[in-house]
């Protein structure tokens, strides 16, 4: 990824948004930023390929920038493309296409980073079809290497209500300081999509970053609109992306200690999906997380030398191993 040139002017904000046949959710989701009571300085538009004519929505927007790259990039791809065109911004607003903020949410998470002490930080996130519901506060992340929305489906009203450092956000809606980014390396494009937050937000962590959950910055998600909630597409990528996360990032130590667990996790998968009609997904996805690894591994090495957070630290903002899958829904 690119190095920023100058300093960017404080508070200024570059919005992201990767689109991909969203139909009339991006005019949606753009006519929402366009409502901020602190706009963005830029806004930018990846459209990856579409075929439904949405990207439409964007082109001769004033003050949109549609890039078009002609194929398919996924979305970690496609976001790196869009903070490589934000060098004249300190921060960058990742946004999708199916996320509808409301009118003070980029305010309230630049308000929530002058604090200074968090270079990343996390939307409250409601369920579009049932805002009295939550569709995440942030994401959890556990030893065993699973991952999902915190407070995902429970009353909006009782919980997420309290401002927290949690382990990353859904880049479906979130906020990063530009340089942080830069330096982790954005998005791990081998990935296409699904994890790819989570992994961005653990190398994130390992160098010291960190995030937080910012309750008043509300958005309306209708979530996996585009790709589907329990497909075979993302159950392949986030399964076979959740093994990639792992061993990319998880410090030895905590690696010694946890990895039969992850590796229980992954092995229960397999009757737990051929249940559900999706066997040769799941068995595909592990398959292919397994002919990964020699490039995973590679980088674990880059990674875990620049690592600056001690294992415990790290610890303390994951929870548990089987005894944490009944306190939320997990993802995929």
């Known amino acids: 990824m690119t190095t920023p040139r100058e300093p960017a002017p404080p508070g200024s904000v570059a919005a992201v948004v990767v689109n991909w046949n969203s139909g009339g959710l991006l005019a949606r989701c753009l006519d929402a930023l366009g409502e901020q009571t602190h706009r963005p300085r830029q806004v930018v538009v990846v459209d990856n390929a579409s075929a439904d004519g949405s990207e439409a929505a964007a082109r001769g927007r004033p003050g949109v ?17 869009g903070i490589e065109r934000a060098a004249g911004c300190e921060w960058v607003a990742l946004l999708n296409p199916d996320a509808f903020p409301e009118p003070g949410w980029l305010e309230s998470l630049l308000a929530a980073a002058r604090d200074g002490r968090f270079s990343f930080l996390a939307s409250r996130q409601l369920l579009a079809e049932d805002p009295t519901r939550l569709d995440g506060a942030g994401d959890v992340y556990t030893v065993a290497g699973l991952a999902w929305r915190r407070h995902h489906g429970q009353p909006a009203a009782e919980n997420g209500l309290v401002a927290e450092e949690v382990f990353s956000p859904c880049a479906a809606a979130a906020l990063y300081r530009r340089d942080a980014l830069l330096e982790a390396g954005g998005f791990d494009e081998a990935f296409f999509c699904y994890f790819e937050d989570v992994d961005l937000a653990f190398r994130l962590r390992l160098l010291g970053h960190r995030c937080l959950y910012v309750p008043g910055a ?47 996790v992954n092995l229960a998968s397999l009757p737990w999906f051929a249940g559900r009609g999706q066997g040769r997904t799941i068995l595909r996805a592990k398959r292919d997380a397994l002919l990964g690894l020699p490039r995973v591994l590679g980088e674990r090495r880059r990674v875990q030398a620049r690592r600056r957070a001690s294992s415990a630290e790290l610890r303390r903002l994951m929870l548990g191993g089987f005894s944490a899958l009944g306190r939320e829904r997990r993802l995929g």
């Open 218 to 264: 509300v958005v309306h998600h209708v979530g996996s609109a585009l790709s589907g909630r329990g497909s075979a597409f993302s159950v392949y990528h986030g399964h076979r992306n959740l093994v990639w996360t792992y061993w990319k990032n998880m410090p030895g130590r905590l690696l010694a200690l946890h990895w039969p667990l992850h590796l229980a």
């Open 65 to 81: 920038e549609l890039v078009e790259p002609g194929a398919n990039l996924g979305f970690a791809a496609a976001n790196n493309r």
